[in-house]
Nanobody
Framework: VQLVQSGADLRNPGASVKVSCKVS????????IDWVRQAPGQGLEWMGR????????KYAQKFQGRVTFTADTSTSTAYVELSSLRSEDTAVYYC??????????WGQGTQVTVSS
């Protein structure tokens, strides 16, 4: 099982960023994909999840209206798009495979830096 994320990204405040997570080694539609992030010096922060089977999403309230999860079953790739970026969004973003109540596989992380 592998979750391979897109590379680091530098964005200006107010812009949007889209991070991809290509999975392999299992049936993409069989497990939820969660997105979490970790800002410098902070703990992990849950952003939400998507069910790749039907595209159903659940977003953390903090990100409602600014974040969008999508899943492309033809390429087994999940995406997170975050808009109206601000400096506080600087973090490493991870996709993780949810297995019941825990996470069993993680992407390698994508550094997103928001700076002018």
């Amino acid at each position: 099982v592998q979750l391979v994320q897109s590379g680091a990204d530098l964005r200006n405040p107010g812009a949007s960023v889209k991070v991809s997570c290509k999975v392999s080694g299992y049936t993409f539609t069989s497990y939820y994909i969660d997105w979490v992030r970790q800002a410098p010096g902070q703990g992990l922060e849950w952003m939400g999840r998507i069910d790749p089977e039907d595209g159903a999403t659940k977003y953390a309230q903090k990100f409602q209206g600014r974040v969008t999860f999508t899943a492309d079953t033809s390429t087994s790739t999940a995406y997170v798009e975050l808009s109206s970026l601000r400096s506080e969004d600087t973090a490493v973003y991870y996709c993780v495979r949810r297995r019941g109540t825990y996470y069993d596989y993680w992407g390698q992380g994508t550094q997103v830096t928001v700076s002018s």
